[in-house]
T-cell receptor
Framework: SQTIHQWPATLVQPVGSPLSLECTVE??????LYWYRQAAGRGLQLLFY??????ISSEVPQNLSASRPQDRQFILSSKKLLLSDSGFYLC???????????FGPGTRLTVT | TQLLEQSPQFLSIQEGENLTVYCNSS?????LQWYRQEPGEGPVLLVT?????EVKKLKRLTFQFGDARKDSSLHITAAQPGDTGLYLC????????????FGTGTRLTIIP
């Protein structure tokens, strides 16, 4: 069966510090991978998605970036965090024509 | 830009009551999915509908896709406290686009 891992689960970082969030998927090959951010109790904002190694599409201009160094690994990064980067970050994967997405447990990021 | 509006935004009802949540758009979608999210966790896929007019039942939950594939509804019969959560609809397009458009969310609270 497929599983998706995200770490860390929670993170508190000062403004201006770097960020690296990691997501890995097991049990499937060549998945589409996604990074979302969610404000408290709200819907999901798509940040980046990837259909293959090294292929990244950005949805929202910001100080975040994403990379996919391996087929089942997706990394979200920032060189300098802003207060507005605080939120709940979710990674998801999908395969198939209807693009049903399966989410990881999320990372709660607080920028202070 | 495709948008999915959910209503109501918040809903609080007594255990045992029935409820309906709506997901509406002016755009046509090839598929429509419903997710439930509990606090601090990632969304979990409940159902996917792909045919206009399709109805799917999952125990006490009934999902319907509009005939024109622009809207959907989720009906819960005899709500239970375990139904509490954030309900998200998401629409997919198969025109060479691997992204889902997520709705604005409905926060449901079932009072014991």
């Amino acid at each position: 069966s497929q599983t998706i891992h995200q770490w860390p689960a929670t993170l508190v970082q000062p403004v201006g510090s770097p960020l690296s969030l990691e997501c890995t998927v097991e049990g499937t090959s060549n998945p589409n991978l996604y990074w979302y951010r969610q404000a408290a109790g709200r819907g999901l904002q798509l940040l980046f998605y990837s259909v293959g190694i090294g292929q990244i599409s950005s949805e929202v201009p910001q100080n975040l970036s994403a990379s996919r160094p391996q087929d089942r690994q997706f990394i979200l990064s920032s060189k300098k965090l802003l207060l507005s980067d605080s939120g709940f970050y979710l990674c998801a994967w999908s395969v198939g024509a209807v693009y049903e997405q399966y989410f990881g447990p999320g990372t709660r990021l607080t920028v202070t | 830009t495709q948008l999915l509006e959910q209503s109501p935004q918040f809903l609080s009802i007594q255990e045992g009551e029935n409820l309906t949540v709506y997901c509406n758009s002016s755009s046509v979608f090839s598929s429509l999915q419903w997710y439930r999210q509990e606090p601090g966790e990632g969304p979990v896929l409940l159902v996917t509908v792909v045919t206009g007019g399709e109805v799917k039942k999952l125990k006490r939950l009934t999902f319907q896709f509009g005939d024109a594939r622009k809207d959907s509804s989720l009906h819960i019969t005899a709500a239970q406290p375990g139904d509490t959560g954030l309900y998200l609809c998401a629409g997919g397009s198969n025109f060479g686009n691997e992204k889902l458009t997520f709705g604005t969310g409905t926060r449901l609270t079932i009072i014991p």
